[in-house]
């Protein structure tokens, strides 16, 4: 048996090896056409519906390939499931063993050398002082230095920003605990294999070569697949993205001071600075609390008092960079604080400039803890053509979320793909049997005040005929904020509500839970797998367009409109239509599961580009008759409501190039 479709029929190694295996034709095509590409060096794009198996699809042929393999997927999550069972499972049944290693970005190792610097600092508060202790004691028995393993300290915790290192403060070759480093190890690692596993942003750093001078560390690779496609542009603009924050230079001035132990001197002659920098960030906050939450910079290029606060960070940033001149040969780490105190003067130049280039959007955010200020390109297209051509290889897109409407064009174009082969593989599951799609009748436009409310109580019925199980996703915290305090007295089941504890947590009680009903928005719409009962119900407010005077997305849609196109039609619906079928595919994820689709947006059926949306779900039945939903849930078997549900109304007007 030697074709990599073969091997995934109802004869091969999976089917006989792996528990709950089941030959699809679908993964069987996919497998087919990834082989050909990695063949031919080719580039691929290839839609996998929920249930096709991609991951597998991808993998057989990977390990079977004798050449270097690059798998990149869209979250730390993703990437220990397919390393760490994924890929073994496969290899296993296959009977290889594969020389693989697992790569995550710096921010996920310890670092040896500012976890001891930090166990010097007396000024810790006692919490951190005492997860500084844990991470302490798991670094004398770590294996890997990935701060994953250690489960005792949240993630979001601020004591890690203590114990990891930054392209900034990293001192590289020159760190005294260089040959010690995890991250080093586990780049040595990654060189010397021939599968490693990363996630979209390190790819992109690598393939740009700024891996702050360590070099490329996934050289000579034949193929990189690309899992969770869709989700690659959005990240390759936040990668190419500039950024300089009040985070930043506050770190830098802390460094700085932390550096001067066991440099005479050199303390006194830092201080001043350090402290004249630390006034200067207070100023700069203060100025940015009276602006808008985010903004372009050029729309508040006059404000008299923000140029004042940023001329002032200009010359604190001066100031401190011309006393760290003068200590910068006494220590590698003071050398290591000028160096990043002349990219932070040189950056916040670049991010003020009057003559910035006309391809990225320069703009700010502030936030409870400080501000951030940005440019970012408003195409991502040619960076990403550019760094392809310059690794000549296979290139290999997948997810279950590429077209819109069955075509592929969009995500091609933002990708800077010109003539790619495609593969749409539909979903094997039933959903006509499974599934039902109910849009309630007689809501108003979502843009009315009483939207949500009005949303809700068309809801409850099917949240009683569900007993719960349901999550609720919303396209706006407001409205998901609204829907938690509105509920609790309207129904008897637990409900769990995005914020009030980390993702992964929500995720575990809703599994447990007896009819939990959970609210959630943007981070639930994708990514998120509950197959089971425990789930029966996904509730969609909004068509998740994207938020209305995001700078980027503004200054991406005037860049649209001057070349001529179509913002509306071109951008927005296309990108809507992705983040909609993200949020659908929560519903069915086993050919067990059974439930209802709950789509609110009356502008599905009222506007010409509704169409788009509905046409890019799969063929579940539709209903506008609550009764059709009642009798999917009491119906034991085949829904009584397939044979009833009908297809909703046409468009009531062709497609309008109006803003929802």
């Excluded at 869709?230 to 009040?246: D, K, V």
Aim: net charge neutral; with cysteine; proline share 7%.
């Amino acid at each position: 048996m030697n074709d990599d479709a073969d091997l995934l029929g109802p004869a091969g190694p999976l089917a006989a090896h792996i528990e709950g295996f089941v030959p699809r034709a679908a993964q069987q095509a996919m497998a087919a056409a990834v082989t050909a590409a990695l063949a031919a060096r080719g580039e691929l794009l290839v839609e996998a519906g929920t249930g096709t198996g991609k991951t597998y699809a991808y993998l057989v042929p990977a390990l079977r390939s004798e050449d270097r393999v690059i798998l990149s997927t869209g979250t730390k999550a993703l990437q220990d499931q397919l390393f760490k069972r994924d890929l073994p499972r496969v290899a296993q049944a296959l009977g290889v063993t594969p020389h693989a290693a697992l790569l995550k970005g710096r921010a996920n190792y310890l670092c040896l050398h500012r976890l001891q610097m930090a166990r010097g600092d007396g000024r810790l508060p006692p919490q951190e002082a005492h997860q500084l202790a844990r991470i302490h004691a798991w670094s004398a028995h770590t294996r890997s230095g990935d701060r994953a393993e250690l489960a005792a300290v949240p993630e979001d915790a601020p004591v890690w920003l203590r114990a990891t290192s930054t392209t900034d403060n990293c001192l590289g070759g020159e760190c005294p605990r260089f040959e010690d480093c995890w991250l080093v190890k586990a780049r040595r690692a990654a060189q010397e294999a021939r599968i490693v596993v990363v996630n979209h942003h390190l790819l992109l750093a690598d393939l740009a070569l700024k891996q702050d001078g360590f070099g490329e560390i996934l050289p000579g690779a034949a193929a990189f697949i690309i899992d969770e496609a869709h989700q690659l542009p959005e990240l390759a603009g936040q990668f190419f993205t500039e950024s300089l924050g009040h985070r930043q230079l506050a770190e830098l001035a802390q460094d700085a001071l932390a550096e001067c132990a066991g440099v005479s001197g050199a303390l006194p002659a830092l201080s001043p600075p350090v402290d004249a920098l630390q006034q200067t960030l207070r100023e700069a906050r203060l100025a940015f609390e009276r602006l808008p939450e985010r903004a372009a910079l050029d729309a508040h290029a006059d404000d008299p008092a923000l140029a004042v606060a940023l001329d002032g960070l200009a010359a604190g940033l001066g100031e401190l960079g011309a006393a760290l001149e003068t200590q910068a040969a006494r220590s590698k780490g003071l050398a290591a604080v000028y160096e990043r105190g002349q990219r932070a003067q040189a950056l916040l130049a670049r991010l003020r400039a009057q003559d910035a280039p006309a391809d990225a959007v320069r703009w700010y955010e502030r936030h409870p803890r400080g501000f951030a200020l940005h440019a970012t390109p408003l195409d991502v297209a040619a960076p990403l053509a550019d760094l392809r051509a310059r690794r000549p290889a296979a290139w290999i897109f997948t997810s279950a979320t590429l077209t819109v409407a069955g075509r592929f064009d969009h995500l091609a174009q933002r990708l800077g793909l010109r003539e790619p082969r495609t593969l749409r593989l539909d979903s094997p599951f039933d959903y006509a049997r499974q599934a039902l799609c109910y849009l309630p009748a007689g809501l108003p436009d979502p843009a009315a005040r009483d939207y949500t409310e009005r949303l809700l109580e068309a809801v409850l019925p099917v949240l009683a005929a569900s007993r719960g199980r349901a999550f609720l996703l919303f396209t706006s915290h407001r409205a998901l904020r609204q829907a938690a305090e509105w509920l609790p007295p309207r129904m008897p089941w637990p409900l769990l509500v995005q914020g009030e504890a980390p993702r992964h947590e929500l995720l575990q009680r809703f599994r447990a839970g007896a009819g939990a009903v959970l609210l959630g928005a943007a981070s639930f719409w994708e990514g998120v797998d509950v197959p089971g009962a425990a789930l029966s119900v996904v509730v969609m407010d909004k068509l998740p367009f994207e938020a209305p005077g995001d700078p980027v997305l503004e200054a991406r849609l005037a860049a649209l409109r001057a070349a001529g196109g179509n913002p509306f039609a071109d951008w927005q619906v296309p990108n809507a239509v992705i983040a909609f079928k993200q949020g659908a595919g929560r519903l069915i994820r086993s050919i067990e599961d059974r439930g209802v689709l709950v789509l609110c947006d009356p502008r599905l059926t009222a506007r010409g580009y509704g169409r788009q949306f509905l046409d890019s779900l799969p063929p579940l039945p539709r209903t506008r008759r609550i009764e059709d939903v009642q009798a999917f849930f009491g119906a034991s078997g085949e829904s009584a409501a397939a044979t009833r549900a009908e297809e909703p109304p046409a468009p009531a007007r062709p497609a309008s190039a109006r803003m929802p």
